[in-house]
């Protein structure tokens, strides 16, 4: 973190901004600025370089040919991957999710390479897609609560021995692999299929990107009202029989 400023990176809006991704973002800033801490947010175009000094990068989902596009120009940048070399922290959704991984299929239905930020990798899933609401258990490791979100998802991504599970569905898909994962993680680079805004659906996990950013075990409680009823409207709706 800069010393004025937490900088926020909103990776291509033009390209991976699917069902309002782009509240990860909004929610990042305001649970900063409710501690009092500056915030920077730098939205990215696709036709613009990654700055390597960002503290927080955010990738939204897209479809597959913008999802091909954001992969192709990630890669020839490579200004995330030198980011994440200096320490950035990354949460990246559904598309962006499978282009931080190793391998994914794009819209030509061709094996393309992703930025390898994550020991994972995504094929087609045969079966019926991985849409709805999803109620998972978050990594003890990372000490949050339940999370909820939304998926809608064609994908199977797996998930190597250089990755841990982001979480563990109790209700959802998650990962399309039948093991019950949900995502992944190491280090200071998540990966998640859920939609939802998920930061909004679940701010704590806001809350450990700043505190990742800040290098702090704790930061001051905020209002959480809201958050929470949100959060209850939308476990109760994935609760109830389909």
């Known amino acids: 973190?800069?010393?004025?400023?937490?900088?926020?990176?909103?990776?291509?809006?033009?390209l991976l901004s699917t069902y309002g991704d782009q509240g990860n973002a909004l929610v990042t800033a305001r649970r900063a600025q409710q501690r009092g801490l500056k915030v920077t947010r730098i939205d990215v175009r696709s036709d613009q370089r990654?700055?390597?000094?960002?503290?927080?990068?955010?990738?939204?989902?897209?479809?597959?040919?913008?999802?091909?596009?954001?992969?192709?120009?990630l890669q020839r940048d490579g200004g995330l991957q030198r980011?994440?070399?200096n320490g950035a922290i990354v949460f990246a959704v559904c598309a962006g999710y499978q282009i931080i991984?190793?391998?994914?299929?794009?819209?030509?239905?061709?094996?393309q390479s992703g930025l390898g930020l994550l020991d994972v990798v995504t094929v087609r899933g045969e079966g019926p897609r991985c849409v709805g609401d999803v109620l998972a258990d978050?990594?003890?490791?990372?000490?949050?609560?339940?999370?909820?979100?939304?998926?809608?998802?064609?994908?199977?991504?797996?998930?190597g021995q250089g990755v841990r599970p982001f979480a563990r569905v109790r209700i959802g898909r998650g990962n399309?692999?039948?093991?019950g994962t949900e995502g992944a993680w190491r280090d200071t680079v998540i990966g998640t299929y859920?939609?939802?805004?998920?930061?909004?659906?679940?701010?704590?996990?806001?809350?450990?990107?700043l505190k990742l950013a800040l290098d702090v075990n704790a930061l001051p409680p905020v209002d959480d009202r809201w958050y929470e009823a949100l959060r209850a409207e939308r476990i109760a709706a994935a609760r109830q029989p389909a």
Request: proline letters at 6%; a negative charge.
């Open 1 to 14: 973190m800069s010393e004025s400023s937490l900088r926020v990176v909103w990776v291509y809006p033009d």
């Open 50 to 73: 990654i700055p390597t000094s960002g503290d927080i990068y955010l990738i939204g989902g897209g479809e597959d040919r913008p999802q091909r596009l954001a992969a192709e120009r």
């Open 83 to 85: 980011a994440v070399d």
């Open 101 to 111: 991984g190793h391998e994914f299929v794009n819209d030509l239905g061709e094996r």
């Open 138 to 159: 978050i990594d003890d490791r990372l000490g949050l609560p339940q999370l909820t979100g939304f998926e809608n998802h064609q994908g199977v991504t797996r998930l």
């Open 176 to 179: 399309g692999t039948g093991d």
């Open 194 to 209: 859920m939609h939802g805004p998920v930061l909004a659906r679940n701010p704590q996990v806001a809350d450990l990107l």
